[in-house]
């Protein structure tokens, strides 16, 4: 949605006019079409091999005679930084134990994959060419496709299941993993059918005026949504940060910031140590005494 708004707001140089993507139509297209059509006529170009740089010198400047309105409002787009999406540890188990019918094999295919880049950090890259020799006793080493980092960490349960689940796939690579966009088709398909419905809410601005989006979670959600989960799941569970940095690769805390969202049983469960820690009532005399000082 946001690189969409993006775009909406792309200029495009014409000439010397300028013109937002916003307002370009099917009528504008026509428009440039038959104008480009008029010059080449008038200027007989049709009998002309034209080298690049004349044939760049007529598409820059011959169609600036296009007339290009200005719109009477001009529309500003004011984003709030994009919301981090992700399963809860909750729905990330009920997602990875629902299972699908075998007419909807090509289903639990995408939702073992999802789950198993959810329970390693592995983006869609990493996965596509992850191989067997890769997979040591517990450990997985992969060396990452984007940032060439090489990493090294144990695999949880759920994750050696899912290894042991595909082990007698045909292929020096662990996974059947198909393209990245029918994998999120495939997802999204398994998403509503596994229930997986909460409703997600994106709000933005336009001008002053506050917009509201609602989609429900199957109708977003992409294979990138598993890496934010192990960061979203692991910070739940309350694993150090630095911990979590050693197995998704990010180098400091700044760049990992984004995937980080603290989720509402997460919050829960660390508010609820006021009243549960043992030593509650030590800290807050010490805390007391520290203030009076």
Partial sequence: MQNQRAKYNTTHKLGSKTIVARNI??????EYLSTIESYFTEADLYKKTLTSPALKEYVNTSPGGIKIEEPEIEVNLTLDEKTIIFLTSKELQHFYKFEFTQNKAYLERAKDVFCFMAFTSLRYSDLQSLKKPNVADVYLKVITQKTN??????????????????????????????????????????????????????????????????????????CHDARRNFVSCSIALDTPVTVVMSCTGHADYESMKPYIEVADETQKIQMNKWNTHQYKSQIIDLLDKTSES
């Fill in 25 to 30: 139509n099917n009528n504008r297209i026509n």
């Fill in 149 to 222: 980092d090489r990493l090294r960490f144990s695999l949880t349960h759920d994750a050696l299941c899912l290894i042991e689940k595909y082990k007698s796939y045909d292929s020096p690579k662990i996974y059947p993993v198909t393209s990245n966009q029918k994998l999120n088709d495939y997802l999204k398909e398994a998403a509503e059918l596994a229930g997986l419905d909460r409703v997600v809410v994106e709000t933005y601005y336009i001008g002053n005026q506050l917009f509201e989006n609602e989609y429900k979670f199957y109708e977003t959600i992409s």
